[in-house]
């Protein structure tokens, strides 16, 4: 009999990227869905192109690092995917193609790729096209319309015409938006499955809900035009970013209790943007704030060592 020496782990488990990514994927195909039944071909036509510029600038970067080709890992697809749900349906195919190569290439690999970046290469992406074509960014169609009539959001409706939106139009998805956020119903029966697999962590996306809630509370009691704590929670980007991009493991906290402070100051910066600033949204802002705070937030967030 011989003894076989190897080096670790010994244990090997299914749980890998691929797998990571697959399931976040599964958890927005409702989402999907219903932004195709809403948005029809434009919705196809952005996802198909978004996804198809992030893979090829995938591979052509890897290509020019030297690096083995792997898309295997389903990320590029995924930052692809994450990066038209959180556009509007009306945008632009070349707009939409720099993005996914921006999310790609500075949201990624200029931080040394997969597992190295600071931000989440999505929201990177969005970020980059809100300034380089703001109009574009603003610029919502109602759901269903065959000739791509303009309407304002939710948020947006309440920010400047002081007018509220029934909470059922928000909970069903009959609202303008981006193509993946106008359904909270869908996003939180496809934010619940990645928790219950396991995939993301509910400490964030608790933290954040509930810091949302409260300020939303508080801000209804001094001013009803605010908003209530349900016109909050529902509208908007809130419930994409609490499940699917601040949960994010690469670009957030690795600590359980940094994790609440995480959320909790996402929470914060959400309701400050939508409360005092000149924008009517402020989740893809607030999470990229926090997301540069996360290697401070693990620093003074680790436990303590037994002993220590």
Same mark, same amino acid.
């Given at each position: 009999?011989?003894?076989?020496?190897?080096s670790s782990p010994h244990l090997?488990?299914?749980?890998?990227? !691929?797998?990571?990514?697959?399931?976040?994927?599964?958890?927005?195909?409702?989402?999907?869905?219903?932004?195709?039944?809403?948005?029809?071909?434009?919705?196809?036509?952005?996802?198909?192109n978004c996804i198809l510029s992030?893979?090829?600038?995938?591979?052509?970067?890897?290509?020019?690092?030297?690096?083995?080709?792997?898309?295997?890992?389903?990320?590029?697809?995924?930052?692809?995917?994450?990066? *038209?749900?959180?556009?509007?349906?009306?945008?632009?195919?070349?707009?939409? !193609?720099?993005? !996914?190569?921006?999310?790609?290439?500075?949201?990624?690999?200029?931080?040394?790729?997969?597992?190295?970046?600071?931000?989440?290469?999505?929201?990177?992406?969005?970020?980059?096209?809100?300034?380089?074509?703001?109009?574009?960014?603003?610029?919502?169609?109602?759901?269903?319309?065959?000739?791509?009539?303009?309407?304002?959001?939710?948020?947006?409706?309440?920010?400047?015409?002081?007018?509220?939106?029934?909470?059922?139009?928000?909970?069903?998805?009959?609202?303008?938006?981006?193509?993946?956020?106008?359904?909270?119903?869908?996003?939180?029966?496809?934010?619940?499955?990645?928790?219950?697999?396991?995939?993301?962590?509910?400490?964030?996306?608790?933290?954040?809900?509930?810091?949302?809630?409260?300020?939303?509370?508080?801000?209804?009691?001094?001013?009803?035009?605010?908003?209530?704590?349900?016109?909050?929670?529902? !509208?908007?980007?809130?419930?994409?970013?609490?499940?699917?991009?601040?949960?994010?493991?690469?670009?957030?906290?690795?600590?359980?209790?940094?994790?609440?402070?995480?959320?909790?100051?996402?929470?914060?910066?959400?309701?400050?943007?939508?409360?005092?600033?000149?924008?009517?949204?402020?989740?893809?802002?607030?999470?990229?704030?926090?997301?540069?705070?996360?290697?401070?937030?693990?620093?003074?967030? *680790?436990?303590?060592?037994?002993?220590?």
């Open positions: 009999m011989h003894l076989k020496i190897t090997s488990s299914k749980i890998n990227t !691929s797998y990571i990514m697959l399931q976040v994927m599964v958890g927005l195909l409702p989402a999907t869905v219903w932004a195709v039944y809403l948005f029809g071909q434009r919705a196809i036509f952005l996802i198909v992030a893979v090829i600038s995938e591979v052509l970067i890897l290509w020019l690092r030297k690096k083995p080709i792997v898309i295997g890992d389903c990320s590029a697809i995924l930052s692809g995917l994450l990066l *038209a749900l959180i556009l509007p349906p009306s945008t632009k195919w070349y707009a939409a !193609s720099l993005g !996914s190569i921006f999310a790609i290439l500075v949201g990624k690999h200029i931080f040394g790729g997969l597992g190295s970046n600071i931000f989440n290469p999505a929201l990177i992406g969005r970020a980059f096209l809100m300034a380089a074509y703001p109009k574009m960014l603003t610029t919502f169609i109602a759901p269903n319309s065959i000739n791509a009539l303009t309407a304002a959001t939710p948020l947006a409706l309440r920010k400047f015409s002081q007018a509220i939106t029934l909470n059922k139009d928000l909970f069903f998805g009959n609202v303008a938006g981006s193509l993946g956020e106008t359904s909270s119903l869908l996003l939180i029966i496809g934010g619940l499955y990645i928790l219950v697999v396991r995939i993301a962590d509910w400490r964030i996306p608790l933290s954040l809900l509930l810091t949302t809630a409260v300020i939303s509370i508080i801000g209804f009691r001094f001013n009803p035009l605010n908003g209530d704590i349900f016109f909050h929670l529902l !509208s908007g980007g809130l419930l994409m970013g609490a499940f699917f991009m601040a949960t994010d493991p690469v670009t957030t906290p690795i600590t359980k209790k940094g994790r609440y402070i995480f959320g909790v100051g996402c929470g914060i910066f959400i309701m400050l943007i939508r409360y005092f600033s000149g924008l009517p949204e402020g989740v893809m802002y607030s999470i990229l704030f926090m997301n540069a705070f996360t290697p401070l937030i693990n620093r003074y967030s *680790a436990p303590k060592p037994f002993g220590g």
